[in-house]
């Protein structure tokens, strides 16, 4: 019996040790690290900071965590953005309304400023990126660029641009570049 407990207790102390030893790393995943940000990959966009449906339109439609992205800047606030399924919703709105942009910061947005809130989000034939409210009102829309050297283009995604603070929202090989604005 006492080798038992021996072997219990010695079992426990391993597992809390091993719990002990990955935790840095789940954290390192939720938190920037110190007074830094980062741009944010499919993988870091879970349920836990942004929803797995989203409201537009008058109705619901679920969002692709695998087509997400977005920014988490050094005073843990964020920027996100997922593809959502639109196929619900009538042709006019499916056109404009591909993804679903949360931001917690004013950003600047190809030369446009966009207040903290929810919107619907689009890239439109003709190089144009077109931001709407969740009533699928127009706010603005702006010239997008073509990135023919990005080597693996996703439905979406965002990436650092050259420019320190600057970030590109990229549908495919498509972007637009937004910073927080000061």
Excluded: W
Aim: hydrophobic share 40%; aromatic share 12%.
């Amino acid at each position: 019996m006492a080798r038992f407990a021996k072997y219990s207790v010695f079992l426990c102390v391993l597992l809390l040790a091993f719990s002990l030893r990955h935790l840095p790393t789940t954290m390192a995943r939720n938190a920037p690290p110190e007074g830094k940000e980062v741009a944010l990959k499919a993988a870091d966009v879970t349920a836990k900071i942004f929803p797995e449906r989203v409201f537009f339109r008058g109705q619901t439609a679920p969002v692709q965590f695998r087509n997400s992205g977005g920014v988490h800047f050094a005073d843990d606030l964020y920027v996100l953005a997922g593809m959502v399924d639109s196929s619900g919703y009538s042709t006019g709105i499916k056109e404009k309304y591909q993804a679903y942009l949360l931001n917690e910061v004013t950003l600047e947005i190809a030369g446009q400023t966009l207040k903290p809130g929810a919107y619907g989000i689009g890239f439109l034939n003709g190089g144009k990126f077109i931001v709407m409210d969740l009533g699928a009102n127009e706010l603005f829309q702006a010239s997008s660029q073509h990135d023919a050297d990005l080597k693996r283009p996703t439905p979406l995604q965002v990436l650092p641009s050259a420019t320190a603070g600057t970030y590109r929202l990229y549908a495919g090989r498509d972007y637009v570049e937004f910073h927080r604005a000061h």
